[in-house]
């Protein structure tokens, strides 16, 4: 058995108890031949040179977003020590359970491919002493995790996930941010979203909250499949998210988390909502979303492509995050430190994107289009562009065509939505002209002004 051998070759006296475990679970697993023909592992997969313009879209849409919203780059281990995840995911979920790729490595340790990076992201912020930075901290990462799922659509046994993680503040308008930012990930690349949102409290509401599910389940006790049999005594709260087919109905008459919120937890909640409502994201409660894992508390949020539910979705969440206000403590980091996150799961989206049929290589598009009459025009239109360039507005020109009606053409033929005039008396008087392309209409504006007023109108 390797990891006996390993063990004994490294003269390491400490076995853990999860090494124990782990030699037994080994023990248990009967060996596999690996096929002759060359594939993969199961649930692993090559991505090939036709896709990757799909992935560098969803991957250049993240980091744009981390940069606008300043959440800085973290980059992060794939092999942990296993601990870390055994302490903070929880005993009784399916991660530590059953999908944890864990073994002892060479030098005696029990380590584990990362399942996620929330745990690490924490264990990072820790070690680097990131509480004496301003706070929140606010970090990004992306990269691959491993779970060894039962393989189906859209879910891997190594998969990626970009997250975003913000450390240190308490107040609701963070949770909001962050649904608004995956909200707007999905827009930016044209994909429709809906957010499920809940509140699961704290751990002592929850407490509470699954004496009562626990009570009502057990009056069907009968009726439940033998996994749930297994969650009703192991972990109830994960009845909520089971998928078998009679749980639809016994949930109806379920007691609903909601009702069981503290005072503070159903405030924070509240205004998480009204942010939401301001913002016009649009989302919908789901009383039963209590997400896989032992550290959320509060909020809690996954989002699904527009007309899809979370118990019919083909392929799952796109993304998932939620309020995880222990973990930093949890993990030995300053008691009371309040955190917030998400991550969203990157196959799904290359897949949304494809079944919806987007375009993974957009064209560049401007909306505006910049014309030039005489020499001194053009001189101003090159540091114009550049104001333009600044605020992130795509302009086009072509400053090789001389006539007004020539450019005029050209900014038809590529749909430009305004095109910017700029003559000899408008270099003079400081002004320059906006038209409007679809009515024609004209207006002549203080040339120090064009790029903001651009700006205001292009968000229209
Ligand atoms: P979680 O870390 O479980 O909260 O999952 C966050 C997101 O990662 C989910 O919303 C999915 O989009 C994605 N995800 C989780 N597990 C898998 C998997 N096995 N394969 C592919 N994507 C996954």
Not at 199 to 211: F, L
Not at 288 to 298: A, E, F, S, T
Not at 383 to 406: D, P, T, Y
Not at 439 to 451: L, M, P, T, W
Request: neutral net charge.
């Amino acid at each position: 058995m390797m990891a006996k051998k390993i063990i004994k070759a490294s003269r390491v006296e400490r076995a853990s108890r999860v090494a124990k475990v782990e030699v037994e679970a080994e023990e248990t697993v009967k060996k596999q031949r690996a096929p002759k023909d060359l594939t993969t592992l199961r649930g692993f997969r090559d991505v090939l040179p036709e896709e990757e313009p799909y992935w560098n879209r969803v991957r250049d849409n993240a980091r744009q977003l981390a940069e606008y919203y300043s959440f800085g780059r973290l980059d992060l281990p794939l092999l942990e020590y296993a601990d870390l995840f055994q302490r903070t995911l929880g005993k009784a979920t399916d991660v530590i359970e059953k999908e944890m790729y864990v073994f002892t490595d060479p030098s005696g340790y029990d380590v584990a491919l990362r399942p996620e990076a929330t745990a690490q992201t924490v264990r990072a912020y820790i070690n680097h002493g990131m509480l004496n930075r301003p706070q929140p901290v606010k970090l990004y990462y992306e990269g691959q995790m491993f779970r060894h799922d039962r393989p189906q659509a859209g879910r891997y046994r190594q998969f990626n996930q970009f997250g975003f993680e913000s450390i240190g503040e308490a107040d609701p308008i963070v949770d909001a941010q962050l649904i608004v930012i995956g909200e707007r990930f999905f827009r930016d690349l044209g994909l429709n979203v809906v957010v499920e949102i809940n509140s699961i409290g704290t751990s002592e509401t929850r407490k509470a909250y699954v004496m009562e599910l626990v009570s009502y389940f057990r009056g069907f006790r009968k009726n439940l499949s033998e996994d749930d049999k297994r969650r009703l005594q192991k972990n109830p709260l994960r009845l909520l998210d089971s998928k078998e087919p009679y749980m639809a109905e016994l949930l109806k008459d379920a007691p609903q988390i909601v009702d069981w919120l503290d005072e503070a937890s159903k405030n924070h909640f509240m205004k998480v909502l009204e942010f939401l409502e301001e913002i016009e994201v649009p989302y919908r409660l789901n009383p039963h979303l209590v997400r896989g894992l032992d550290y959320y508390n509060r909020t809690v949020f996954e989002m699904y492509l527009a007309g899809e539910t979370s118990s019919e979705a083909s392929q799952g969440a796109l993304l998932s995050g939620g309020r995880y206000d222990g973990l930093v403590e949890m993990l030995g980091g300053r008691e009371g430190t309040p955190a917030c996150g998400f991550a969203c799961g990157m196959e799904r989206v290359v897949s949304a994107l494809k079944e919806a049929g987007v375009d993974p290589n957009p064209r560049f598009q401007p909306r505006v289009f910049f014309a030039q009459l005489g020499d001194a025009a053009r001189r101003k239109g090159l540091r114009l562009f550049e104001e333009f360039r600044a605020e992130h507005i795509q302009v086009a020109e072509a400053f090789g065509k001389g006539s007004l009606k020539a450019q005029l053409e050209v900014a038809n033929k590529m749909n430009a939505a305004y095109t910017i005039i700029l003559g000899q008396k408008e270099v003079l008087d400081g002004t320059i002209i906006i038209r409007d392309m679809d009515s024609g209409a004209q207006e002549i504006v203080d040339a120090g002004k064009v790029v903001s007023i651009m700006q205001k109108r292009l968000v229209l």
